[in-house]
T-cell receptor, first 113, second 112 residues
Framework: DAGVIQSPRHEVTEMGQEVTLRCKPI?????LFWYRQTMMRGLELLIY????????DSGMPEDRFSAKMPNASFSTLKIQPSEPRDSAVYFC???????????FGSGTQLSVL | GQQLNQSPQSMFIQEGEDVSMNCTSS?????WLWYKQDPGEGPVLLIA?????ELTSNGRLTAQFGITRKDSFLNISASIPSDVGIYFC????????????FGAGTQVVVTP
């Protein structure tokens, strides 16, 4: 079975540019999570969805960040405008309702110059 | 920020040795999870624990849910080179479903 699929694997962009990260959760999973990983702060939850509806976005750092889930098999995390401090690895994870076990994608390494 | 205290931060061990690491929390958790992350990849679930005192094994890995519900331990027996990676604990309180808290990770290096 295919796991959580993220694209791109690597993204290098210049400050001020818009960045869009993509995620396809595991089929049948109804929860989707976006995490950010940095050396300083470790793994941080940014936002999560249930049945395509955002449930908790308290971890989204600023208005420059937005996330959408237009259907059960696709989600995006957008940063506009991007800043160097946004450089991190962004992970998408999914889970099945009622199960705390999260399954992570391989991540997107974002570098903002 | 992180509310879990994971230790040690790193370990350098010889192949064949056993490894132990632990996590403690100021909050009572109803679930403990242990993940391993290889370079350039996402965390992969190793073991899930749901009850205080629970002891669960997955091959050479054994994890325990502390009886106080505020700690958990992971042991790796007879380490091999592919055990290299970062191990994370993660926990969840009863009133925060969906918001796993992650430890800072334990970097394990195995030398032949």
């Amino acid at each position: 079975d295919a796991g959580v699929i993220q694209s791109p694997r690597h993204e290098v962009t210049e400050m001020g540019q818009e960045v869009t990260l993509r995620c396809k959760p595991i089929s049948g999973h109804d929860y989707l999570f976006w995490y950010r990983q940095t050396m300083m702060r470790g793994l941080e939850l940014l936002i999560y969805f249930n049945n395509n509806v955002p449930i908790d976005d308290s971890g989204m750092p600023e208005d420059r960040f937005s996330a959408k889930m237009p259907n059960a098999s696709f989600s995006t995390l957008k940063i506009q405008p991007s800043e160097p401090r946004d450089s991190a690895v962004y992970f998408c994870a999914s889970s099945f309702s009622g199960d705390e076990k999260l399954f992570f994608g391989s991540g997107t390494q974002l570098s903002v110059l | 920020g992180q509310q879990l205290n994971q230790s040690p931060q790193s370990m350098f061990i010889q192949e064949g040795e056993d490894v132990s690491m632990n996590c403690t929390s100021s909050s009572i958790f109803n679930t403990w999870l242990w993940y391993k992350q290889d370079p350039g990849e996402g965390p992969v679930l190793l073991i899930a624990l749901y009850k205080a005192g629970e002891l669960t094994s997955n091959g050479r890995l054994t994890a325990q849910f502390g009886i106080t519900r505020k700690d958990s331990f992971l042991n790796i027996s007879a380490s091999i080179p592919s055990d290299v990676g970062i191990y994370f604990c993660a926990g969840q309180t009863t009133d925060s479903w969906g918001k796993l808290q992650f430890g800072a990770g334990t970097q394990v290096v195995v030398t032949p």
